[in-house]
Structures are given as C-alpha cells and as structure tokens.
Nanobody
Framework: QAQVVESGGGLVQVGGSLRLSCTAS????????MGWFRQAPGKEREGVACITRGGVDPYYTDSVKGRFTISRDNAKDTVYLQMNNLNPGDTGMYFC????????????????????WGQGTQVTVSS
C-alpha cells in the first residue's frame, strides 16, 4: 500500500526558511515524478513544484521561482522542498504527491498524473 508522509512544516517569520521532507513507500513505480502542492484557507490547491525521476530541470509555479528548490534523494525515497525568503502568501497546507509516471505532465500543477498523496504539513508565515 502506497504511503506518502510529509514533515518539516511549522511557524516561521517573514523572510525565514523551512525545509519540507516527503518520504514515499509502497509505490507501484520506482522513483516516480514527485510534486509539492499547497492549499491556503479558502483557496484552491495549487502546484508548487514538480521533479522528475532524474531530478533534472524541475518545474515551479511562478510565485516561488528563485525562492523554493525541490530536490530528491532516490536512495532514501525522499523529496525535499527548500523554501527561502518566505512571505505570508506562502502560508498553507503543503502536500506531497507521488506520480504515476517518471516525468511531470504538462498539466502537473493541476494534480494530473499524481496517484498517491500525503496528509500534508502546515506552513505558517507570520508578519
């Protein structure tokens, strides 16, 4: 049974940093594309970043480019999201998801191509 577990969320001040971790197990596909998503209260879920099996040329939503970095350690079945220069707009529940392919679909940010989702970890940025 697939299991995706996020960790690393918390409360941070504006301009601060956090690193989220996501560990996946029991997946049908070895080292699939992995994605980070977030949802703020009253808003729809949005894709934050997606990384392919090889970890080359990850994808980011425009609002986090230059501030967030997604990476992975396939030997540890773990994906990371390093978040720097955080602002209140980054507040939300962050979810990790494992894909059904080794690559990110063109529509990855909508959640397309992701089969297994974690329960989320809360990130709160205070001003």
């Amino acid at each position: 049974q697939a299991q995706v577990v996020e960790s690393g969320g918390g409360l941070v001040q504006v301009g601060g940093s956090l690193r989220l971790s996501c560990t996946a197990s029991g997946l049908l596909l070895d080292d699939p594309a992995m994605g980070w998503f977030r949802q703020a209260p009253g808003k729809e879920r949005e894709g934050v970043a997606c990384i392919t099996r090889g970890g080359v040329d990850p994808y980011y939503t425009d609002s986090v480019k230059g501030r967030f970095t997604i990476s992975r350690d396939n030997a540890k079945d773990t994906v990371y999201l390093q978040m720097n220069n955080l602002n209140p707009g980054d507040t939300g529940m962050y979810f990790c998801a494992a894909g059904q392919y080794a690559y990110c679909l063109a529509s990855w940010s909508s959640g397309s191509g992701f089969l297994s989702w974690g329960q989320g970890t809360q990130v709160t940025v205070s001003s």
